[in-house]
């Protein structure tokens, strides 16, 4: 790395200062989201064990679920590690490539989880509108196509934003990020050079990924809450509406989020940095935390084997 005139040129170390404007609470801050973490890792690994071991949930909805939860587990794992050495034992340095390479992963779970909601937006619809076609349409080869195509889009997506940060950008004012992980544009905003094509990739990659998946999985839900309330018995809309609410309660903070921390991160210059940096903290970190409570409260067949796990490990 050299420096030129108080710019740094290809530097090698970048640092990470975490929550700017509460790194003297930093240690505290990091107790709950570690409570978080292993609550997170708990939960979605209970899931996985769950639907692994009964095959009666080997079907789409629950396959999708060990998707989502697998997702959610990398996706913490990506980020709280790191996270906490900040916070608690003054490790901000982080190469280059270790950060570019936290930004992929991070970026592609992100995408993938994306994918996986709008998937499984997909099978609530056939499965209330179109219920005697859902066994053919969501083919166990149905099911493969869609895990390999999320999985594909998410990785194809996010490399070239990688590859545009290696490759263009040289010259940095300063090495030190103003985040806690390492965040797309967080970082390209240290660049001391034409940031435009960027950020330009970077806005499409969000209306790509989040603003397609949001429409369809809106799209779709207007066409079951018609066809719900088209039900002549009650009892059949209340069984049919309390398949997707947990759905619902998981894709809706995940998107709240996720808009608010890209709209805030680009636009939000009025809004203090340690509000950016909270809310793109909790973006990551709600969603594999929440997930599991979700589907564990809300889901009956997940949470009979729950019961029947733990009351065969107590008999």
């Known amino acids: 790395m050299l420096n030129f005139n108080s710019s740094f040129f290809m530097p090698s170390v970048f640092t990470l200062i975490g929550i700017p404007g509460l790194e003297s609470v930093q240690c505290w801050i990091g107790i709950p989201f570690c409570a978080m973490y292993i609550v ?15 095959n009666s949930l080997h079907i789409p909805m629950y396959i999708f679920l060990a998707m989502l939860a697998a997702t959610d587990m990398a996706l913490s794992t990506c980020i709280l590690p790191k996270m906490l050495g900040i916070f608690w034992f003054h490790w901000p340095e982080i190469s280059l490539d270790a950060c570019l390479l936290q930004m992929g992963l991070i970026h592609s779970f992100q995408a993938t989880e994306s994918g996986i909601l709008l998937a499984m937006a997909l099978d609530r619809y056939v499965a209330i509108c179109n219920p005697l076609r859902h066994a053919t349409v969501f083919s166990q080869q149905l099911l493969t196509h869609l895990g390999l195509g999320v999985t ?8 070239p934003s990688l590859l545009l940060i290696k490759c263009r950008l040289k010259l940095y004012r300063t090495t030190v990020i103003s985040h806690s992980y390492c965040e797309h544009m967080a970082m390209v905003k240290l660049a001391a050079e034409d940031i435009r094509v960027n950020k330009i990739y970077g806005l499409f990659v969000a209306f790509a990924i989040l603003g397609f998946d949001i429409i369809f999985i809106t799209m779709s839900y207007v066409r079951i809450f018609v066809t719900v309330f088209q039900l002549p018995q009650k009892e059949a809309r209340v069984k049919a509406f309390n398949t997707c609410t947990a759905h619902i309660c998981v894709f809706l903070p995940f998107y709240l989020l996720a ?7 680009r636009f939000g210059s009025h809004i203090p940095p340690y509000v950016h940096i909270l809310l793109s903290n909790l973006y990551l970190l709600v969603p594999p935390f929440l997930n599991p409570i979700v589907y564990g409260v809300k889901t009956k067949e997940i ?8 009351s065969s490990q107590n008999s």
């Open 40 to 54: 997170a890792m708990t939960g979605n690994s209970l899931i996985l064990l769950i639907i692994k071991n009964e």
């Open 152 to 159: 594909l889009r998410a990785i194809l997506l996010a490399l």
């Open 259 to 265: 808009f608010f921390s890209f709209f805030t991160h």
């Open 303 to 310: 949470r009979r084997h729950v019961w029947k796990m733990f």
